[in-house]
């Protein structure tokens, strides 16, 4: 059974700079996308960053430059650098991996979430 544990969400002043990480426990293809989503009070979740198997990235059209995803295939980690932290930021983030295209185990996988509070 794969699981996901997110670390690094907190508590951080405007302008200010947090990194999510996210282990991943259990088998997974290196193929696999990994990302990071996040939902807001009231709203619906929505991507923030996403690293596909080759190191393709896409990013939501809010993070403008100050967000970087990573990820350590030997270690099955996927990292979300913030920078440039702003009150809007303020969510629950998720961590996702997304081997839906993987014939041999089609799935998709997320954490129980970690907030990330930006005060102003």
């Given at each position: 059974?794969?699981?996901?544990?997110e670390s690094g969400?907190?508590?951080v002043q405007a302008g200010g700079s947090l990194r999510l990480s996210c282990a991943a426990?259990?088998?997974?293809f290196n193929r696999a996308a990994m990302g990071w989503f996040r939902q807001r009070p009231g709203e619906g979740r929505v991507?923030?960053?996403q690293i596909?198997?080759?190191?393709q990235t896409t990013y939501g059209d809010f993070v403008k430059g100050r967000f970087t995803i990573s990820r350590d295939n030997?270690?099955?980690t996927v990292s979300l650098q913030m920078n440039?932290?702003?009150p809007e930021d303020t969510a629950v983030y998720y961590c996702n991996v997304d081997q839906r295209a993987n014939v041999e185990s089609r799935a998709n996988y997320w954490g129980q979430g970690t907030q990330v509070t930006v005060s102003a």
């Open positions: 059974q794969v699981q996901l544990v969400g907190g508590s426990s259990g088998h997974i991507l923030v960053a596909f198997g080759g190191g030997v270690e099955k440039s932290l702003k």
